[in-house]
Nanobody, 127 residues
Framework: KVEVLESGGGSVQAGGSLRLSCEFS????????MGWFRQVPGNEREGVAC????????FYSSSAKGRFTLSREPWQKVMFLQMANLTPEDTAMYYC????????????????????WGSGTQVTVGS
């Protein structure tokens, strides 16, 4: 069974930075795409940054572009999201997810039963 674990959330003042980490385990194949998503209560979950199963292209949402950086060594089961210049609008629960055999854009735009989610890590940005 594939399991996903995020870490690194917390509270920071506007303009600050945070680094999120994600690691998945239990996979017997190595063709997993990985992605970061976020959700605030009452809103839909949105894709923030995703990398496809074969890399290296990365999708960034419009709000993440220029401020967030996703990194993942090829074929590795660990991924990071470096977030800079945070604003209160970035406050959300951040989730890591993995899914086999999809491209970066598909990973961030479509969800299905094959997607495996972590339990999330809270990011709170004060004004």
């Amino acid at each position: 069974k594939v399991e996903v674990l995020e870490s690194g959330g917390g509270s920071v003042q506007a303009g600050g930075s945070l680094r999120l980490s994600c690691e998945f385990s239990g996979a017997t194949q190595d063709d997993y795409a990985m992605g970061w998503f976020r959700q605030v209560p009452g809103n839909e979950r949105e894709g923030v940054a995703c990398i496809g199963w074969s890399g290296p292209d990365i999708f960034y949402s419009s709000s993440a572009k220029g401020r967030f950086t996703l990194s993942r060594e090829p074929w590795q089961k660990v991924m990071f999201l470096q977030m800079a210049n945070l604003t209160p609008e970035d406050t959300a629960m951040y989730y890591c997810a993995v899914r086999r055999g999809v491209r970066h854009t598909t990973m961030c735009s479509t969800f299905d039963r094959a997607t495996v989610w972590g339990s999330g890590t809270q990011v709170t940005v004060g004004s």
